[in-house]
C-alpha cells in the first residue's frame, strides 16, 4: 500500500519531464514554407525609446516591399523578424561574428561602418556594389555618405543614418561667469570660423573653475569610454591616419600634442582625472541637468537627454540653456574646426539566400517618411538629399542646425586594423588623464602596443 | 615482513566477514565495485573531461594559430610561437603578472581565508540562531547578480553627488567627493567586491568543520582553564587543518581566474591596466575589443599560460599541504 503513492508519484515526474523535454524540442525554425513566405531577420543594437526606428523601419517596410513583390510579378512575400536591444558595441559585434561562423547570422545586420574593415575582409558581409543600383531609393542618398561604405572599391551596406559630435557649451554657466548675451549668441559663429579656439575654450574653462561657477573637474568633459571622438583630436592635431597601402599610421607628434591637452587640462583643474571609466547613466545625468561648461558630444544625445535626462523641461530646457557648435580649430594643429561622423550602415550577411529580399525590405525602409522620423526620434542627421526639402525635417530646429557641422567633418578609416590603433591610441589617452604617465611617455608606449598589435600594419612616423 | 602484515590482516577481514580461510574476495564482487566505483565518478569525469581537458587542448592548438575576426572563416593557419612571443614580450606583461598576484594573494589571505575564519569562528560562538542569521547575510553578495552586485559597489564609492559615502561620510575619513573607486583607490575596491564575496565560502566550509569538533574537548579545555584565544590556537585551528587547506588551495585556483568583478568595476584600468588581471586580459583580447577584430588566438594563449600555471600551483599546493595524508586508507581497519 506504500508503494502505490510513490510509485504513482514518480510517474507523474516522469510525465512532467518528458513533457518540458518535448517542449523544448518542438521549436519551428522554418524561413521559407511552401507559400513563398521567406523571413527575414534583422539584428539592432538601439538605445531604448529613441532610436528604435532602426529595425522598426524594417518592420514598416514590410507592406511597401510586398506590394513591389507582388507589382514585379514575383510570387515570394516576405516577412520580418526583428532583435533589437542596446547590448554593449563588443558583444553585440562578437555575437554575429560567432552566428555567423554557425552558420546562423541574421539577413540584415546593423553596425557601425568601420566594421566592414574586419567583416568584409573575414567574409561574412556581402558585396552588394551591383545590386545597389536595383533599387531606386538608394539614389536619393547623399553621395558623401557612401564613402563609409566602401573598402577596396566595393560597396558593403546601406547608410542607415548620420550623425556629428559639436561642442555643447551651457549658455547659462557662461552668462554666470561674465559673458554678454551677444557673445554667447556669436559663439557658433565663433567656432565655425576658428575665432574661438581649443585653447580658448580651455581658458574659458579654466576661468569658470576658479571663479566656482563650476566645480573642479567640470570644466570640460569628453565621453567616460573608448570612442571615435578622440580620432578627430588626432586629426585636428594634423595626424595622418590612412596610408594608401592599406596601414595605418601613428603620427607621432601630432599624437603627442592630444595627450598633452588631455594632461594639461586635467592638471589645470578643468578635467576630472577619473572621468574614464565612470557610467554613462552618470555622464549623461551630469551633463544634462547643467554642471558642466563644455562637453564634446554627439548630436544623438540632445533628444536622450530632453527625453531621458533633463528633469525639467525636456527639450525647452536644452534650448534655452545648451548651445553648440563644431569642435574648436587646434591651434598648432590643422587651426580648423572640425567634427567626425559614424554612420551606421544596414549590412546584409553572407549567409543569406535572400539577398534581392533584404535589400529590398532596406530600400523600402530608406524612404524620406521613415528616416525623417527616426532622425527626429534619435537627433540623427538626414542621410537622404530629399530630407533637405521635407518640411518635418526641416522643422526641427535642432537637426538643421547640427546639419551644417556636416561641412567640416571626418570619417573613421574602414580599416581592419583600426581596431587595435584606436584601442593603443586611446591607452595614450588613459594614461595621460590618469596621471600614470607623461604625454611622451605615453606616446613611447603606445607606440610598443601598436607595434606590439599590428606589426607591419602600423607606420609609426 | 609488509606481505606478512597484509596476509593476517586478509586473515582478520575474512574472519570478520565470516568467509573461511584467507582468500580474496570473488571476482564478480570486485569487478562489481570496480565497475559501480568507475560509474559514480563518469558523469564528473566526463564533465571534466569535455570543459577541461578538451577545452584545454583546442586552446593550446589556438594559441600556435593566428586565429581572429578578419580571418575567422578561413582554415587555421599556424604561426608557431609567434603568440608567445607576443606575450612575454609585451610591456605590460611584468604588470599584468604582478597585478595577478597581488591580487590572489592579498585577497586570499584577508578575506577568503582570513575573513572567512573570523566569521565562522564568531558565528559559532553565539548562540545557533543567530549565528545562522549573520552567516545568511554574508551569503547575500554571492547570492545578487554581478552586474546588481557592482552596481550597489559604484553607488556606494561614485563621486558626488552619485556616490553614499561622499553624501555621509566626513572628509577626514576619504570622502573626498571624487570618485573613490577610480580616481581614489581602485585596489581597495577591487579586493573588497571579491573578498565580500569569497569569504562566504570558506566560512560555511570552516562552520561545519568548527561545529564537528567534538564538545567534550571544548569543555575540557575550559575546565582546564584555557581562554578564548588558547581553544582557538590549540584546538580550534588544528582540529579544522584539512578545511584550511583545501579553502587556500581551491581559492587560489578560484581568484586566478576570476575576473569577472574586476571586468565590471574598473575593466582593468584606470589608466595604464592599474587594475588588469591575466583573467581579464585574456578575455579582453579575444572579445572584447572596440571596434571588433577580436584576437582568439591571441587571447587564447594569455589563457592557456594561466592554465599551465594554475596546474603548477595546484600540484605544488597538493604536495606542500600533504593532501594525500587525507585521503590516505586508516592504518586500523577495524576498530
Known amino acids: 500500500m506504500k508503494q502505490r503513492p510513490t510509485r504513482f508519484r514518480a510517474l507523474i515526474l516522469l510525465g512532467v519531464v518528458f513533457a518540458m523535454v518535448a517542449a523544448a524540442c518542438t521549436s519551428s525554425d522554418d524561413t521559407a514554407d511552401d507559400s513563398g513566405l521567406v523571413t527575414i531577420t534583422a539584428r539592432c543594437k538601439a538605445a531604448p525609446n529613441v532610436e528604435d526606428g532602426r529595425c522598426n523601419n524594417l518592420l514598416r517596410g514590410v507592406v511597401a516591399a510586398n506590394a513591389q513583390l507582388a507589382a514585379d510579378g514575383d510570387d515570394r512575400r516576405v516577412e520580418v523578424q526583428i532583435i533589437q536591444d542596446n547590448k554593449d558595441w563588443g558583444d553585440y559585434l562578437t555575437e554575429f561574428e560567432l552566428a555567423s561562423s554557425a552558420g546562423e547570422a541574421p539577413d540584415i545586420i546593423v553596425s557601425g561602418h568601420e566594421l566592414i574593415g574586419t567583416w568584409a575582409t573575414s567574409g561574412i558581409i556581402t558585396d552588394i556594389t551591383d545590386q545597389i543600383g536595383d533599387y531606386p531609393e538608394f539614389d536619393d542618398m547623399i553621395p558623401s555618405l557612401w564613402a563609409s561604405a566602401e573598402l577596396d572599391g566595393k560597396r558593403w551596406g546601406i547608410p542607415q543614418d548620420a550623425e556629428a559630435r559639436p561642442l555643447y557649451f551651457r549658455k547659462d554657466l557662461l552668462l554666470e561667469l561674465g559673458w554678454t548675451q551677444a557673445e554667447v549668441d556669436s559663439l557658433p559663429a565663433d567656432l565655425a570660423s576658428g575665432a574661438f579656439t581649443w585653447e580658448d575654450m580651455l581658458d574659458t574653462a579654466e576661468a569658470a573653475v576658479a571663479a566656482g561657477v563650476v566645480d573642479e573637474g567640470n570644466g570640460w568633459w569628453h565621453r567616460p569610454v573608448n570612442g571615435n571622438d578622440f580620432l578627430y583630436y588626432y586629426y585636428s592635431a594634423g595626424g595622418e591616419l590612412l596610408d594608401d597601402s592599406g596601414a595605418l599610421i601613428y603620427d607621432q607628434a601630432a599624437a603627442q600634442q592630444v595627450y598633452e591637452l588631455v594632461g594639461g587640462a586635467v592638471d589645470r583643474g578643468i578635467l576630472s582625472n577619473s572621468l574614464l571609466g565612470t557610467s554613462w547613466a552618470d555622464w549623461n545625468s551630469t551633463v544634462a541637468n547643467g554642471d558642466i561648461l563644455f562637453v564634446f558630444g554627439g548630436s544623438w544625445q540632445w533628444n536622450d537627454w530632453a527625453v531621458n535626462y533633463v528633469v525639467e523641461g525636456g527639450e525647452e530646457y536644452l534650448f534655452d540653456n545648451l548651445g553648440f557648435g563644431p569642435i574648436p580649430a587646434l591651434a598648432g594643429g590643422t587651426n580648423e574646426p572640425t567634427t567626425l561622423t559614424h554612420p551606421l550602415l544596414y549590412m546584409v550577411s553572407s549567409d543569406t539566400e535572400d539577398t534581392d529580399l533584404a535589400l529590398l525590405v532596406i530600400s523600402k525602409a530608406t524612404t524620406k517618411e521613415l528616416n525623417t522620423e527616426y532622425a527626429l526620434a534619435s537627433g540623427h542627421l538626414a542621410i537622404l538629399q530629399s530630407q533637405a526639402n521635407y518640411e518635418p525635417y526641416t522643422s ?43 604625454p611622451a611617455d605615453a606616446v613611447q608606449i603606445v607606440v610598443d602596443q601598436l607595434q606590439n598589435e599590428l606589426g607591419e600594419n602600423v607606420i609609426i612616423r | ?228 584565544w588558547r581553544i582557538i590556537r590549540d584546538i580550534k585551528l588544528p582540529m579544522i587543518k584539512w578545511p584550511l587547506l583545501f579553502i587556500a588551495t581551491y581559492q587560489t585556483l578560484s581568484l586566478l581566474t576570476s575576473f569577472e ?24 583580447r579575444a572579445f572584447a575589443t572596440y571596434a571588433g577584430n577580436n584576437q582568439w588566438a591571441y587571447g587564447a594563449t594569455w589563457a592557456i599560460v594561466l592554465v599551465a600555471i594554475a596546474l603548477v600551483l595546484a600540484v605544488a599546493y597538493v604536495k606542500l599541504f600533504r593532501f594525500n595524508e587525507l585521503i590516505e586508507e586508516p592504518r586500523i581497519e577495524n576498530l
Open chain 1, 396 to 438: 526641427s530646429e535642432f537637426l538643421a542646425e547640427v546639419a551644417s557641422l556636416l561641412e567640416y567633418t571626418t570619417f573613421v578609416p574602414n580599416s581592419p586594423f583600426f581596431s587595435a590603433w584606436s584601442e593603443g591610441y586611446f591607452l595614450g589617452i588613459s594614461a595621460v588623464e590618469s596621471g600614470a604617465s607623461t
Open chain 2, 261 to 284: 568583478y574586476i571586468l565590471l568595476l574598473t575593466n582593468g584600468g584606470p589608466g595604464l591596466f592599474t587594475t588588469e588581471v591575466w583573467a581579464l586580459t585574456s578575455y579582453s
Open chain 2, 1 to 228: 615482513m609488509t606481505k606478512q602484515i597484509e596476509e593476517e590482516a586478509d586473515a582478520l577481514a575474512g574472519a570478520a566477514v565470516g568467509a573461511p580461510g584467507p582468500q580474496r574476495r570473488p571476482l564478480g564482487r570486485r569487478v562489481r565495485s570496480t565497475v559501480s566505483a568507475y560509474g559514480f565518478m563518469a558523469p564528473a569525469v566526463a564533465l571534466v573531461l569535455t570543459f577541461f581537458v578538451v577545452a584545454g587542448i583546442l586552446l593550446l592548438i589556438l594559441s600556435f594559430t593566428d586565429l581572429q575576426s578578419t580571418n575567422f572563416n578561413d582554415a587555421w593557419t599556424f604561426v608557431g610561437f609567434d603568440n608567445y612571443e607576443r606575450l612575454f614580450t609585451d610591456a605590460f606583461f611584468p604588470k599584468i603578472a604582478r597585478n595577478t598576484v597581488f591580487y590572489v594573494f592579498t585577497t586570499l589571505i584577508f578575506f577568503n581565508l582570513g575573513l572567512a575564519l573570523v566569521l565562522a569562528l564568531v558565528t559559532t560562538s553565539i548562540p545557533r540562531r543567530a549565528g545562522f542569521f549573520f552567516r545568511l547575510v554574508w551569503l547575500l553578495p554571492r547570492l545578487t547578480p554581478s552586474v546588481v552586485y557592482i552596481m550597489m559597489w559604484q553607488r556606494i564609492a561614485s563621486a558626488d553627488p552619485f556616490g553614499i559615502y561622499n553624501q555621509i561620510a566626513p572628509e577626514f575619513l576619504g570622502a573626498s567627493g571624487g570618485n573613490l573607486y577610480l580616481g581614489g583607490s581602485p585596489w581597495t575596491f577591487v579586493i573588497l567586491t571579491n573578498g565580500f564575496i569569497g569569504a562566504s565560502f570558506g566560512m560555511i566550509i570552516f562552520t561545519s568543520a568548527l561545529e564537528s569538533i567534538p564538545k567534550d574537548l571544548l569543555t575540557a579545555a575550559k575546565v582546564d582553564g584555557a581562554g578564548t
